[in-house]
């Protein structure tokens, strides 16, 4: 049962489905992971098999405790990768959440002769730990969404 403020935001679509959904899931495990009571959840989407949620300055860390247990159990509930970014921060900590499996070696801006800008990420990609087309297109994607940033993905031998 939702209060008329938070129906209200429901009806506008300022939060969706996905969000409600994960919400829920967060307050049914509430009792398990006290840390959350004070945890702030701004955004959820689903993008390119990523849960993506956007959480407080500060907060990444607190969904990341315990090894990251519960991004796991929250994965694992929607089948989904899980991807826990924090609002608030500069640039290079942006990427080095979305990219956080990955060693970043460099980031640059390219600015581009209409002036608008591209980020250059540079990723230290030696062997397996290379990621996928498709996992940079669906990340790429990702930093669009959540900060509206070009993202270009290079590695490094």
Known sequence: MLCSKCQ??????????IYMKVAKYLIDIENRH???Q???????????????????RGDRNKFME????LTRDLGDSFNKRVLVIED???DRGFLEDLFSTQHIVTINIIWLPDGSTETRVVLQGRGARRLSKK?????????????NMDLRVEYSY
């Open 135 to 147: 996992r940079i297109r669906a990340l790429t994607d990702i930093a669009k969404k959540v900060r």
């Open 88 to 90: 608030g921060v500069n």
């Open 8 to 17: 209200e935001k429901v009806q506008s679509g300022e939060v969706d489905d």
């Open 34 to 36: 006290p840390v959350l």
């Open 38 to 56: 004070k945890a702030r959840l701004d955004r959820v989407f689903d993008s390119g098999g990523y849960l993506v949620l956007v959480v407080g």
């Open 66 to 69: 315990d090894g990251g247990r």
